[in-house]
C-alpha cells in the first residue's frame, strides 16, 4: 500500500551494513580484538586538529544567528567562492562561486546531480567494479544504471565495452576515481579517450552526455607521481561531485559539492536543474557551520600517511601469501582475487578467521572481495595471520 | 533535454525569496534601515548560550573519529533514544529509539515522509493556506497536493470541505499547527474530529490514510493557556515531522527528526519506507555533531519572549489602523486581510512604503498577506508608521 521500493530498500541492508552488523554482534561475543573488521569506509585517521580549532573558532566569533541561519540553497557565497578558486588554483578550469553548490556530502551531491539531469528512462553508465548506491540513486532518479565491466585485473575503463554501453538514451556516465572498491586513479589517457569518446557520441546523437565524477577520494592517493585528472580538463560537459567526508575525516558531518562546468553550452539549465532537485529533494542547504569550516580548511586533509603505509603493509603481506590484487594508487581499499570463483563463499569461509572483507558482487564484479584498509595500523597487524590462514586453507 | 521540472523548480525562486532578493537590492540603493522586512521566515532571536558552549564542550571531549563519523542511517542510537523519552515526557506516547528517525531538518523530514508513503498519483490533502513547498514535496514523491480551504477568518480546518475531499486515493494529509503563515494553532477538539474522520475513511475504504503533523513552530507558542495538541494522542497512523531550526534557532544547520507512531499497524513498514527513501534521496545520516547537540539540548529553546513581544505590538498597532487578522497564537506569522481582493496588488502597494510582506496567493489563499514578525523589535517600531500609511492609502 505505502511505497514498496522504499520499504524494501529501508528492509535490505546491503551487504556492506550487514557484514558490520555482524561484527559488532561477533565482537561483543569474542572481544574487540579478536575481530578484524575490514567492512566499512569510514576512516580512521581523525580530521586534522585545525578543524576543531576553526569549528571553535568560528562559533566564538560569528554571530550566532548568521552562523546557524539560513544561507542561499546553493551555499554561502563567500564558501563558494572560496571553493571555485581553490578548483581553479588546481586545474585548469574558471569556475566562479555560481558553478559550486555546497551539499551535504557526496551522496546527496549524486542525488542531486541525477534528478537534476535525468528523465525517466534515461541511462547512466558507469564502470564496475562500482559502488552499489549508484543503482539506488539512478533509479530513484527515474533512470536505469548500465555497468560497464572494466579491464581484467588493471581495472581501468575497457573502452570496447563502453562504447557497445553507450545508446541514444544515455544521458550520463559516472566515473569514480580513485576507485571504491577497486582502489584504482583511472588514468590520464583514459579521461582524455572518454572525453573524446563521449564528446562524439553527444554530436552524433545531438544530445550531450554529461560526464559526472564522483569525487570522495580524490585528496587519498598515495605516489606523488601519481596524479588524478580532472574531468573538466578534459570534458565540457561534466560536473564533479565532491565530498570532504574522506579528506577531512568528516563522514558524519555531512558536507561537499557539486561543481557544474561552465565550459558547458547548458550551464544554466544544468545549475538551475541542480537547484531545483535540491529544492524538490528537501536539501534546503549545507549545514551552515561546516560551510564555514570548508572556507577555512580548504586544502587541508587529514593525516592520510597512516592510509598510505596500511596499503603498503597490506599489499606486501597478502602478495607473499599468495592473493593477487592491483596495487591501489589511492582510496583506502584494495580489491583482492577470491581463492574461489564464488567471492560470496570466500567471504562466508574469511569469516572462519574472524575476517570480515566484502565480496565484489555487490559492486558489480564476481571473483573479488573488497578490504577496507582505513583501520588501526595495529589491527591491520594482528590481521594478517587470518588472512594467510585464509590463503592456507585454499592450498590444502 | 534534462530534467525540465526541476530546471523550472531552479529558475523559478519562490516569490517569498523573489521578495527577499529585492529587498536586498532596495537596501543597498536607500539604506538598509530605510526597508521594513518582513519576508522571511528566519529567526531573529539567536540560539540559546547553551548551544554554543554544548557544541564547543562536545569538541572537546569527543574522540573526533566518533564525533565526525557515520551514524547509522537512522541516527545515533542514544540520541535518537534522548528524543523518544523527551517526546514520551510530554506526550500520552510509548516512543522507543527505533520510533525516531533523525533528520537534515523539517524539509527532509517532509520528503523522507512522503517518499516513503506515496505511489504514483496518490493524493495529499493539506489545509490552505498551507507552506508552499508542500506541493514541490508531494509532487516530487510523485503524488497530488489537494488544498482544502480552512475556515473563513478563524483559520480552523473546514470539516466540510475536508470530507468533500477525501477520496479514496487519498494517502496523507499535512497538518502545520502552530501555521505557516497563518500563525493559527488548530484546537485539539479540531484534531480529535479529524482523527475520528481519518479513522472512518480508513476503515471504509480499507486503506490507511497517514496523519503527517509538520512541526517545526511546536515550541512557538505565546500564551500558557494555548496546547498544541500531539496527533499521535489522537490518530494511530501518525508521523511528526519535527525540526530545531526555529526553537533552537539553527535553521541553517539542518537538524530535525521523523517521529513515527507505533501504534500503527503497518509500523515496522512505514519505518523501514522511511529508512528507505532517506538512503534514495542521499541523506545517509543527519550531521552527528548536531545530533549530539539534540542530546545536550532537548528542551531548550530560544527565547521565544521576543517573538511573543512583537506579536503583541504588531496586533495592537495593525488593529489600531484598521487591519483585520487573527491574532495568532503561534509561529512568528500574521495572516491579515488585504485591503483589496488582489492581495498581490496590495502587496505591490506595501513596497511603495519601503514594506515588504508577501502575497497569501503563494499559500493557496487569495486576499491575504503575510508579515513574518520574527525581526527585531526596533525595527518592527520603527515600520509601524509604514503600516499606517498602507492603510490610510486606502481609505483616500
Redesign the interface.
Known amino acids: 500500500?505505502?511505497?514498496?521500493?522504499?520499504?524494501?530498500?529501508?528492509?535490505t541492508r546491503s551487504s556492506i551494513r550487514e557484514l558490520f552488523e555482524y561484527g559488532k554482534k561477533r565482537k561483543a561475543e569474542i572481544g574487540e580484538e579478536n575481530v578484524f573488521d575490514f567492512s566499512?569506509g569510514?576512516?580512521?585517521?581523525?580530521?586534522p586538529p585545525e578543524?576543531?580549532a576553526a569549528?571553535?573558532e568560528i562559533?566564538?566569533t560569528f554571530?550566532?544567528?548568521l552562523?546557524?541561519?539560513?544561507?542561499s540553497a546553493q551555499g554561502d557565497y563567500s564558501v563558494r567562492k572560496t571553493v571555485a578558486e581553490y578548483i581553479n588554483s588546481r586545474f585548469k578550469t574558471v569556475l566562479t562561486a555560481d558553478c559550486i553548490y555546497m551539499t551535504?556530502?557526496a551522496?546527496?551531491?549524486?542525488?542531486?546531480t541525477l534528478?537534476?539531469?535525468?528523465?525517466a528512462g534515461d541511462e547512466v553508465i558507469t564502470f564496475a567494479p562500482y559502488f552499489p548506491?549508484y543503482k539506488?540513486?539512478t533509479?530513484?532518479a527515474g533512470g536505469k544504471l548500465i555497468a560497464v565491466e572494466c579491464e581484467d585485473e588493471t581495472f581501468q575503463i575497457d573502452f570496447e565495452k563502453l562504447k557497445k554501453a553507450l545508446s541514444p538514451t544515455t544521458?550520463a556516465v559516472i566515473v569514480n576515481s580513485p576507485n571504491n572498491p577497486s582502489g584504482v586513479v583511472y588514468s590520464e589517457k583514459s579521461m582524455i579517450l572518454l572525453g573524446q569518446l563521449l564528446e562524439e557520441h553527444s554530436k552524433k546523437h545531438n544530445?550531450?552526455v554529461y560526464l559526472i565524477s564522483d569525487e570522495p577520494y580524490r585528496e587519498l592517493v598515495y605516489e606523488k607521481s601519481v596524479r588524478v585528472p580532472y574531468i573538466m580538463d578534459f570534458y565540457a560537459n561534466s560536473v564533479v561531485c565532491y565530498s570532504y567526508s574522506k579528506s577531512l575525516?568528516?563522514?558524519?558531518?555531512?558536507i561537499g559539492y557539486i561543481a557544474v562546468n561552465n565550459k558547458m553550452k547548458?550551464f544554466e539549465?544544468?545549475?538551475?536543474?541542480?537547484?531545483?532537485?535540491g529544492?524538490?529533494?528537501?536539501?534546503?542547504?549545507?549545514?551552515?557551520?561546516?560551510q564555514q569550516l570548508v572556507k577555512k580548511a580548504c586544502g587541508l586533509t587529514s593525516d592520510v600517511s597512516v592510509y598510505k603505509k596500511n596499503r603498503d603493509v597490506l599489499y606486501a603481506a597478502l602478495t607473499e601469501y599468495g592473493y593477487k590484487a592491483v596495487k591501489p594508487d589511492g582510496a583506502f581499499y584494495m580489491f583482492v582475487k577470491a581463492f574461489e570463483e564464488d567471492a560470496k563463499a570466500f567471504c562466508e569461509r574469511a569469516k572462519d578467521f574472524e575476517l570480515l572483507i566484502v565480496a565484489g558482487d555487490d559492486f558489480g564484479c564476481k571473483g573479488y572481495a573488497r578490504i577496507s584498509y582505513c583501520v588501526s595500523p595495529e589491527m591491520l597487524h594482528r590481521a594478517l595471520p587470518a588472512f594467510k590462514k585464509l590463503a592456507e586453507s585454499y592450498k590444502k
Chains 1, 2 share one sequence.
Do not use: Q, W
Request: hydrophobic residues 40%; proline residues 7%; charged residues 15%.
Open positions: 500500500m505505502i511505497n514498496e521500493k522504499n520499504v524494501r530498500l529501508g528492509k566499512l569510514n576512516p580512521s585517521v581523525p580530521a578543524v576543531s569549528l571553535k562559533i566564538d554571530d550566532p544567528v552562523l546557524h541561519g539560513y544561507t551535504c556530502g551522496a546527496a551531491s549524486l542525488t542531486i534528478n537534476a539531469l535525468l528523465n548506491e539506488v540513486f533509479e530513484h544521458k544530445n550531450p575525516s568528516l563522514p558524519g558531518e555531512r547548458s539549465d544544468v545549475y538551475a536543474g541542480v537547484c531545483g532537485a529544492r524538490a529533494l528537501g536539501f534546503v542547504c549545507a549545514p551552515n557551520l561546516f
